[in-house]
């Protein structure tokens, strides 16, 4: 979930699924609920979301593999990441051209 809170505006029964998703995710972390390996991967995937050097590397089909690899827990309930072909820095200099 992106917690965005889109789920519950659309929610016909007006369940009230972004307070729920948020009250899950708190008791997860207070209870410990995730492993080390799944923690080390998600401080690894803020560091390199946050350094442009790192998001540069790679094309997308490498990161498809990679990502999807060291999170392939997360695509049994959701659909896999997919990364553009282009990093956002190739996307932007076409556009500056144009």
């Known amino acids: ?24 995710r ?17 401080k690894a995937w803020k560091m390199a979301s946050l350094n442009r050097v790192m998001m540069n ?11 999807n690899k060291v999170f392939k827990g997360w695509s049994m309930h959701r659909s896999e990441l997919d990364f553009s072909q ?5 996307l932007w200099k076409e556009k500056q051209k144009k």
């Open 57 to 67: 590397m790679g094309n997308g089909k490498m990161k498809n593999w990679v990502v």
């Open 26 to 42: 708190h008791e997860a972390v207070i209870q410990g609920s995730s492993t080390i390996a799944e923690r080390v991967a998600w």
């Open 86 to 90: 282009k990093t956002f820095n190739e």
């Open 1 to 24: 979930s992106s917690l965005c809170g889109n789920c519950t505006e659309v929610c016909p029964v007006r369940i009230n699924l972004h307070e729920l998703l948020l009250d899950n």
